[in-house]
């Protein structure tokens, strides 16, 4: 798939379906962030929520990839762990859209 050809118009709607879907799930992890935080009782507490947000920024850096060969993989990802819907790929191609769905399934 690193073959397919993504014209400008469907580089627009691709960032901005994946600045959404990066929105989408900063929001969720905002707050379960301020859940952690409200529940912090010992040093414990603190040191987890360090090491969750280590392995979340982790996760989430490597997560949100840009380029052209590994788009179809990064949106189907999203879709099956649902921080984008594929009503916000409108406009790519067909085929396109069909390989995120199908991948997303699996």
């Known amino acids: 798939m690193s073959d397919l050809k993504w014209t400008e118009t469907e580089q627009k709607i691709a960032s901005e379906a994946l600045q959404k879907a990066y929105e989408r799930e900063m929001d969720s992890l905002i707050k379960e962030v301020r859940h ?47 921080w984008l819907d594929l009503d916000r790929l409108d406009g790519l191609d067909r085929d396109k859209i069909t390989k995120i769905s199908a991948l997303a399934r699996m």
């Open 36 to 82: 952690q935080a409200s529940s912090l009782e010992k040093l414990d507490d603190i040191w987890h929520l360090h090491d969750f947000l280590s392995a979340r920024r982790h996760e989430i850096d490597g997560k949100y990839d840009f380029r052209d060969s590994v788009l179809i993989f990064v949106f189907a990802r999203l879709v099956k762990e649902g």
